[in-house]
């Protein structure tokens, strides 16, 4: 990958899609939602024939599963195939459905190379890609490693505002227990070595994106400065 890396990870309801949108725009940077492949793959096991969950770890995915997704910041979209899924991936079926299409090893190994690729593909200076394996498993050489958390209140209350048809056991479903079955597979509560913790739970969005910008900034290592 020979683009500047901001590698961001945290929790459901962390705010870190729009935070890392923002934070693309502010720096001529491409997005890349890696979530939105997971929610599109868990979309396909309910929608489309031949994607049983129990098939998955057999399937040659790079095949068959025809995912596209736009790094642009201000016209984001998702597809499979001919479907357009940008506003489908984020249905309450999804976000209940995807961890368990999310803990399968062959699936995260398919996920790892495809968000590279989406990467090398970019011919922006650089990628903000935020997920939950980015700052660990797909990235761990990004220039910018930052774990973006909140308080599970905070979470809950950001997701709740979000999601109008939901109620709140349904946005619990999709905050804390699926982090909790999330993080059997990756630790993204604790930041790993190298990686910087931002709370963002006294933080408003303005205050959030600034403090992600500084620490760019503060590393001294942004394109213009190489
Ligand atoms: O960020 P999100 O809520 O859209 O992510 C959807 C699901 O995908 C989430 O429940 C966990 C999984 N995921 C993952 O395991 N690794 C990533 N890098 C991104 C998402």
Do not use: C
Request: charged share 25%; glycine share 4%; proline share 4%.
């Amino acid at each position: 990958m020979s683009q500047f890396l901001v590698a961001i990870d945290g929790p459901a309801g962390s705010g870190k899609s729009s935070v890392s949108k923002q934070v693309a725009r502010e720096l001529g940077f491409g997005y890349l939602d890696t979530g939105a492949a997971y929610r599109a793959l868990a979309w396909a096991v309910q929608h489309l024939e031949d994607f049983e969950l129990e098939q998955l770890p057999s399937k040659d995915l790079v095949a068959e599963f025809d995912y596209q997704i736009s790094l642009n910041p201000d016209d984001y979209w998702v597809r499979v195939g001919e479907n357009d899924l940008t506003a489908a991936i984020r249905t309450s079926a999804v976000a209940e459905s995807v961890s368990a299409v999310a803990r399968i090893p062959e699936v995260r190994t398919f996920m790892k190379a495809l968000t590279r690729k989406l990467v090398s593909e970019s011919t922006l200076p650089g990628v903000v890609v935020e997920g939950r394996d980015i700052t660990t498993v797909v990235a761990p050489d990004a220039e910018i490693k930052i774990l973006l958390t909140a308080s599970e209140e905070v979470r809950l209350k950001r997701r709740s505002a979000e999601l109008s048809e939901a109620t709140a056991a349904s946005v619990k479903r999709q905050v804390s227990e699926r982090d909790a079955s999330d993080s059997k597979v990756v630790d993204f509560m604790t930041p790993a070595p190298g990686v910087q913790l931002v709370d963002s739970s006294d933080l408003n969005f303005e205050q959030t994106v600034s403090a992600v910008v500084s620490l760019i900034e503060q590393s001294g290592s942004t394109k213009e400065s190489k």
